[in-house]
DNA sequence: ACCTTGACCTTGG
DNA sequence: CCCAAGGCCAAGG
């Protein structure tokens, strides 16, 4: 079992539905809401270790890019999903997919 | 206690 | 939009 963070990041990241993204900013505010700690690198943090199990690619950049080191796969996933993506094809279209958990 | 590292962000140019 | 600088939070050496 891990700490209550952990958990708290995880269960976000699973609760973004299917063509829409959050980013590690928007998902430490929320987390940060609840448990009053942690920042964008701490989310980072725990995805790269336990995010393993969860829809990671759901999970990107400020700037619409996907996690360092995960861009290639992290875009299949978009494709197969139908995630609004810019015109490059390598961002998404925070504009059209972000998403926030309802209160 | 100090320094480095990391799936990061914002601001200014 | 891109880049460089500075900020930020926590873990590990």
């Known amino acids: 079992m891990d700490d209550a963070y952990t958990e708290a990041v995880l269960s976000v990241v699973e609760s973004i539905p299917p063509g829409h993204v959050m980013t590690y900013g ?5 987390v940060g ?12 943090s725990v995805m790269s270790h336990e995010g393993g ?20 796969g992290a875009r299949e996933h978009w494709l197969a999903e139908g995630t609004p993506l810019l015109a ?16």
């Open 26 to 30: 928007a998902i430490a505010d929320v």
């Open 33 to 44: 809401e609840t448990l009053g700690r942690g920042g964008p690198r701490q989310v980072g």
């Open 53 to 72: 199990g969860t829809p990671w690619w759901r999970v990107i950049r400020a700037g619409g890019r996907g996690a360092r080191g995960h861009e290639i």
């Open 88 to 103: 490059d094809g390598e961002r998404v279209d925070l504009r059209r997919a972000a998403w926030t958990p309802p209160d």
